[in-house]
């Protein structure tokens, strides 16, 4: 039963849309070029979980994406399946088919009964396969998958004796098979316009569903697609507006944030036991959780100007956290509860919580180089250069040296030529955050020396983190940096500050309040969102784009 | 009833058997010597198997601290501070010095340009790109598909991105970072000891051969759906499906008996300050060492013909507890000490990598294989991604092999390159082990010129 809340929910967000819909007129664009993208380690998890429960344990080691163009969502679309990873992929799928066959899930994870459990019967499989496959292959099974489907299950269950054994096979046919692990772009000739070409629905939906909730379309979206009602903009706002309304719309932003500001490296990030004993894994891991929760709240929960994120004083807290903090905290381990740094913490927005503090830090040290970069690469959508190769830093460590701290150091070393051009675009934002250790603990002084956490981004000047904050939230890189990323995550596809599409998104965000949820809607009821162009460039263009 | 198979005669046949009549034990004799009278074939007369493997440590070496230079290629290797654990494995060593990787005025991408070049025969035109396959993949197609495994990545690091192996910038395999996972994954139930009399083919391997061959037949479908590039990926994972069709084969076979194949210990799980992998030197090293063990024993136990070992990162993130800078950082912010001439922390770490490549060389020189040892059947290609780290040289980056791969190289030189490309050293590695290319590399990497003072 779909409750009254929900329902509250997507009627407020079909509001929006059509108020939404006042805005700037949407450009005509080329449209984005077909492709396919493997599924992602997180999105393998959700749609096992949301297929199977997630009482499944999906265990192994997924080949690598490569970062391209700032997200793992763009690498995807270039990324395949080395000899190795698949050596993983087909354990992963024996694995995932015995816990479902098991005794102990089979009575729900399989629709029916088999006449017998020591024989094949195709009624019960084709059943079973008719469901999950779906779900699955994000469409209807065609006839010959569902025949090879069950030769697989028949012969499995005659050799071992056992129709849940066989039906196990068959099911990890469908795990380890392409339209599985892949995500392909499937168009279509566009019977309202003679001579192109549209996506069609269930690849449509697809698109929808890994944008918004990371994860495959359910049911009900697929239902939508079968009968035809994502190729009317009717039809999809509503979907969409359903999809934004859904609580899975909170995994699919963890998911793009996560990206976006590469949490990624939370899977190796350690400090130093020694020099941080209260960072810890567990803390590590409540850091990349706070910041979410943070994001989540603000811009999903509250439906808030993106831009505050950068000067929110208000967070989430657990007592792992508050010990890196040094603040108290009462509730038991393993347990949020909401709190709010006080002004005089000079923490300000997520750029001063621990996750990107520490993330962007050494094992046993800040780094205001990182941690500039950080800003301008993840938060800004800027490129700092590479070093250069042959980099003199005896004056940065010099022992010896009067430097006590980053700023000194740093100033020494930035006056080499070579080094000055890239320190000058990271080191005044890094320096404004070395109040922060590298776990992110506040300090006021550096091996005795006072810290100076004055700097400028871009020519606003500012004294402190605080004020670095308000720099980031009046920057107009960070909104436009946003909308960047989530285009370029919505299609798969680079997208370029001047493409004429990302300009209008940028007007719609700015004259919608900055608000990331009237942004998703945009994006996904967009033409551009689903345009396919004309069938010779359609499938061409993918890897010169990613380049 | 209907039984979805590859193509091959004896697998059809076998599976009558078992699909048929239910399961069939093959039972041959165990033999108390399998080899021939001189030690370097099976008896049934198939010649041992050479091996080939990576090893990978960052920074390289201090210059002077390493080894001893010298102005001509010649027997005699004098290994200096760095290399102190290397020196009594000398005569089982070639090392490789000046020789350069010219970047023909491309951008030297910081700890990537090197060792890319070196690897893949081709500099990167940006910081992430992979242009070529590495070499040791090229060596895989050839050898490594009369194994469980094709090849098989591990990383000490904890880090599973820590590999130098890549088909192409987007078709990089995931390392393998817990010897206790590693260890599960070779040596677990699905392992098969070939000095087991008994040997009975397990109708599951038969039925994941059928589902792979069931998912191959999709293959034109896909391929007509989908662009050029595309048809890339999926022809890239259609060619992982094939070969894993045939590695499931092998198991279907009764495996050669192999008196060097013993089932290892299962390895301990690490635990130094709580954790059981990350780039504290103490794990590393532990880790490591449980690893060499444990690759040695899936070499000899031809789980894989091809391996690749990684030691550190190229941008070695290797520290000591309690200690604010890394082996990374030290090697650009430690000053020189006048009295010794070299950055001593780096320089501390730096030997210990060459500590830890010696670990590597026991491990596979402990295992008695036919006349001689393991390590003399394989060969070993150890290389960083700098010479001199400090400064980011990608000339003159330290190279060496271990082992004789059977006879086929002579052992205990030091070999001078003159300036000449790195790739000199991948290209006689890819022939020594059978692969068929005379010119390897593009632009001033490009070579056709083998190092013949090695070769047998």
Partial sequence: ?547 | MTVLLPKSAPRRALLRGLLGGGATTLALPFLDCFLDGNGTALAAGAALPVRFGTWFWGLGHTPGFGVTDKKASGPGIDFLTECQALIPHKDKINYFGYFNTPLDGRSNYTHFSGWVGSRTGTAPVTGDEVPAPTFDLLIADVIGTRSRFKTIDVSATGNPRDSYSARNTNSRSAAEVSPISFYARLFGPEFVDPNKGDFTPDPRIMLRQSVLSSVAEDRQKLTKLVGASDKAQLDEYFTSIRELEGQLALQLQKPEPNLACQLPPKPAETNIDGQATGVLIDTVKSNHAAFAKLMAMAVACNQAATFNMVFSASLSQLRKAGESANHHSLSHEEPRDPKIGCQPQTSWFNARSMDALAVFVDAFAGIREGAGTLLDNTLIFAGSETSFARVHSVDNIPVMTVGKAGGRIKTGMHIVGNGDPITRIGLTMMKVMGVQVDKWGTKSLQTGKTINEILV
């Avoid at chain 1, 409540?286 to 208000?314: H, M, S």
């Fill in chain 1, 1 to 547: 039963m779909i409750s009254t809340k929900f329902k509250r929910a997507v009627l407020l967000a079909g509001l929006a849309l059509g108020l939404a819909a006042c805005g700037p007129k949407e450009p005509q664009t080329a449209g984005t070029p077909l492709g396919i993208r493997r599924l992602s380690e997180e999105q393998y998890r959700n749609v096992v979980a949301d297929v199977f429960g997630t009482g499944i344990v999906v265990s192994g080691r997924f080949d690598p994406m490569i970062r391209t163009d700032g997200l793992l969502a763009v690498g995807a679309w270039n990324t395949s399946i080395t000899p190795q990873g698949l050596v993983q992929y087909e354990e992963m799928a024996r694995n995932i088919a015995a816990q479902v066959v098991s005794d102990a899930n089979r009575e729900v994870l399989i629709p029916c009964k088999p006449a017998s459990a020591a024989a094949y019967d195709k009624v019960c499989a084709e059943q079973f396969f008719t469901k999950v496959g779906r779900l699955l292959y994000r469409r209807p099974m065609a006839a010959e998958e569902m025949t090879a489907t069950l030769k697989i299950t028949e012969a499995a269950s005659d050799s071992l004796k056992n129709f849940y054994d066989g039906v196990g096979f068959g099911l990890a046919r469908l795990l380890v098979s392409p339209d599985f692990l892949f995500v392909s772009d499937v168009a279509e000739a566009d019977p309202k316009n003679a001579g192109t070409q549209r996506l069609n629905a269930f690849s449509k939906a697809a698109r929808l569903s890994f944008f918004l909730w990371n994860s495959a379309p359910d049911d009900r979206l697929l239902q939508a697609a079968e009968k035809g009602d994502l190729y009317t903009a009717k039809g999809t706002e509503r979907e969409v507006a359903r999809m934004i309304a859904s609580p899975r719309l909170k995994t699919g932003m963890r998911a793009f944030f996560s990206d976006m500001y590469g949490f990624d490296a939370f899977n190796v990030l350690e400090k130093d036991a020694t020099i941080y004993p209260a960072f810890g894994q567990v803390a590590a891991q409540d850091a990349k959780e706070q910041t979410l929760r943070t994001i989540t709240d603000l811009v999903l929960k509250q439906d808030g100007d993106y831009r505050d994120l950068f000067t929110t004083r208000k967070t989430y807290m657990t007592r792992p956290l508050g010990r890196v903090y040094e603040i108290r905290v009462t509730t038991p381990d393993g347990v949020w509860e909401p709190y709010e740094f006080p002004i005089e913490s000079r923490r300000a927005g997520i750029q001063s919580q621990l996750s990107l503090l520490a993330l962007n830090s050494h094992p046993g040290r800040s780094s205001p180089t990182l941690r500039g970069k950080a800003i301008r690469t993840y938060l800004l959508c800027q490129r700092v250069p590479d070093p250069p190769g042959d980099v003199d830093f005896s004056k940065f460590g010099d022992p010896d040296s009067p430097n006590k701290t980053a700023r000194d150091r740093l100033t020494a070393h930035s006056t080499m030529p070579a080094c000055a051009g890239c320190h000058k675009i990271t080191d005044p934002i890094g320096l404004a955050m070395e109040n922060f250790d590298g776990a992110g603990t506040f300090r006021t002084s550096e091996d005795g020396t006072p810290i100076d956490s004055s700097g400028d981004l871009d020519g606003v000047r500012y004294d402190d983190p605080v004020g670095l904050a308000k720099a980031l939230h009046d920057s107009p890189a960070v909104a436009a940096c946003v909308v960047n990323r989530l285009a370029s995550y919505a299609t798969g596809q680079p997208t370029a500050q001047s493409d004429k599409w990302v300009n209008f998104l940028r007007e719609d965000f700015a004259s919608n309040g900055y608000r990331v949820k009237n942004l998703l809607q945009r994006i996904a009821t967009s033409d551009a969102f689903v345009a396919v162009p004309p069938p010779a460039a359609a499938t061409s263009t993918k890897q010169a784009s990613a380049q």
